[in-house]
């Protein structure tokens, strides 16, 4: 199994359309178990850099490694299989909670299937549905609330044992209890792995080791909380708002 140990991103720029950049020559280190979170205005280009990092769309200019090697070497599926993808908007297949969780439900034991149930804070969840694990989901999980889809998420991130977490925190309405669990479930997820990690609350952000405040698609800042609210900028102005 590949081990992560460093990703990098150097002197990145990327557009969608040309003549249109939407990030401009960003650069960044995490080192492995490290936490990087990204915040910024909408538009910034937060989002961006988690589709480069999936190799959905590769830089104009500037190089992205991962271990010292360049993204486009890289084996797409041996990337794939390192990462996991906490998204915004998650997408569930029509299929049961435990084929949703689990690639190879006949492969994950009891005592594996509860711990991860645990620590992505699914109990609750499994305990509602009418047939626990084995409940099928109609139409993608439209019957579930966005937090408890992100739950599911976490808990299929957990299932993989991925090495890179790319998260991109949700954006929408969730009341401050569901809030709480998902903060908790995250935390779970996080704990020794690498992530890249885009924060829309800034109470997310505040533990990573490092934070970038992007504008208009550059770091305008960098460094962790207590470095950022020292130096009285952009970060600092967006906690006074
Ligand atoms: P929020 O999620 O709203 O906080 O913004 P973000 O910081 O994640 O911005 P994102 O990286 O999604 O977008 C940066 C810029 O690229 C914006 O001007 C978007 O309109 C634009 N953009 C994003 N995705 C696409 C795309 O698929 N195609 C094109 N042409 N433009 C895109
Ligand atoms: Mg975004």
């Not at 669990?181 to 792995?193: P, T």
């Not at 800034?202 to 990573?208: D, E, F, G, M, P």
Request: one cysteine or more; proline letters at 3%; glycine letters at 6%.
């Amino acid at each position: 199994k590949d081990r992560l140990q460093s990703i990098a991103l150097e002197r990145v720029s990327f557009a969608y359309t040309p003549g249109e950049p939407v990030l401009r020559e960003v650069s960044f280190t995490a080192q492995q178990g490290q936490t990087v979170a990204l915040v910024g205005p909408t538009g910034a280009g937060k989002t961006s850099v988690l589709n480069l990092l999936q190799r959905f769309y590769d830089p104009d200019s500037g190089r992205i490694r991962i271990n010292g090697v360049d993204l486009r070497h890289w084996d797409i599926r041996r990337l794939r299989g390192m990462t996991a993808l906490v998204t915004q908007e998650p997408v569930l297949f029509s299929a049961t909670l435990r084929e949703n969780i689990f690639a190879r439900p006949d492969q994950a034991d009891e005592a594996t299937v509860t711990r991860i149930l645990q620590a992505a804070h699914c109990e609750a969840l499994v305990q509602r549905l009418p047939l626990g694990l084995d409940t099928h989901l109609e139409k993608g999980g439209a019957s579930l609330s966005s937090g408890e889809r992100q739950l599911i998420t976490i808990a299929r991130a957990l299932a993989r044992d991925a090495q890179l977490i790319l998260l991109d925190e949700a954006t929408s309405y969730i009341d401050s209890q569901t809030e709480a669990v998902i903060h908790k479930a995250l935390h779970n997820l996080i704990a020794g792995r690498t992530c890249v990690l885009v924060a829309h609350r800034l109470s997310t952000a505040r533990s990573a080791d490092r934070i970038l405040v992007l504008h208009q698609g550059r770091v305008a800042e960098a460094g962790d909380h207590r470095q950022l609210m020292e130096r009285r900028g952009l970060y600092w102005r967006l906690h006074r708002q």
